[in-house]
Antibody
Framework: EVQLVQSGAEVKKSGESLKISCKNF????????IGWVRQMPGKGLEWMGI????????RYSPSFQGQVTMSADKSVNTAYLRWSSLKASDTAMYYC????????????WGQGTMVTVSS | DIQMTQSPSTLSASVGDRVTITCRAS??????LAWYQQKPGKAPMLLIY???SLKSGVPSRFSGSGSATEFTLTISSLQPDDFATYYC?????????FGQGTKVEIK
């Protein structure tokens, strides 16, 4: 069974850096795009970007370009989402998800990582 | 960017009701549309992709239709497990956008 398992909840202060992870179990990590989705408290889903783990080809939503960095390490089947300087407005649940194929939606989701940033 | 507008934002319905949610795209997206269900505290779950393809394991009471700019998700007979928030999502040229969501509540 394919699973994406994300790292645990984080509590940070404004200005700190953070890297969260998404580990793939049970299927070929390099055959699918992995996306990241933000959900602020009580709000809807926002697509942040996607990465092709085989060569780290990355596409960002214009809303998140320059705000976060996506990366992947295929040797450990893990994708990452990094902030260099957190803001209180980054407080949200972050999900990683696998694209079924480029146009077919995200079929496997991680459990989410809650990031809380205090000012 | 392509904008996705769902309606209604909230829908009150009873078990057994037929429920329809609409999603409109700001420009044509062919059939590159997916629907998700999300329950409180849980990750979203893919229901429909390519506008009308039912993901394996999803109950057949869920169906999707539409193309270009107008799409619908229909639940033929609402079940207690279906009370949740539903999102549409479009794909176009390496860009994805979600609708704002439709919450299906118990009437």
């Amino acid at each position: 069974e394919v699973q994406l398992v994300q790292s645990g909840a984080e509590v940070k202060k404004s200005g700190e850096s953070l890297k969260i992870s998404c580990k793939n179990f049970g299927d070929s990590f390099t055959n699918y795009w992995i996306g990241w989705v933000r959900q602020m408290p009580g709000k809807g889903l926002e697509w942040m970007g996607i990465i092709w783990p085989d060569d780290s080809d990355t596409r960002y939503s214009p809303s998140f370009q320059g705000q976060v960095t996506m990366s992947a390490d295929k040797s450990v089947n893990t994708a990452y989402l990094r902030w260099s300087s957190l803001k209180a407005s980054d407080t949200a649940m972050y999900y990683c998800a696998r694209l079924l194929s480029i146009s077919d939606g995200f079929d496997i989701w991680g459990q989410g990582t809650m990031v809380t940033v205090s000012s | 960017d392509i904008q996705m507008t769902q309606s209604p934002s909230t829908l009150s319905a009873s078990v057994g009701d037929r429920v329809t949610i609409t999603c409109r795209a700001s420009q044509s997206i062919s059939t590159w549309l997916a629907w998700y269900q999300q329950k409180p505290g849980k990750a979203p779950m893919l229901l429909i992709y390519k506008a009308s393809s039912l993901k394996s394991g999803v109950p057949s009471r869920f169906s999707g239709s539409g193309s270009a700019t107008e799409f619908t998700l229909t639940i033929s007979s609402l079940q207690p497990d279906d009370f949740a928030t539903y999102y549409c999502q479009q794909y176009n040229s390496y860009s994805w956008t979600f609708g704002q969501g439709t919450k299906v509540e118990i009437k």
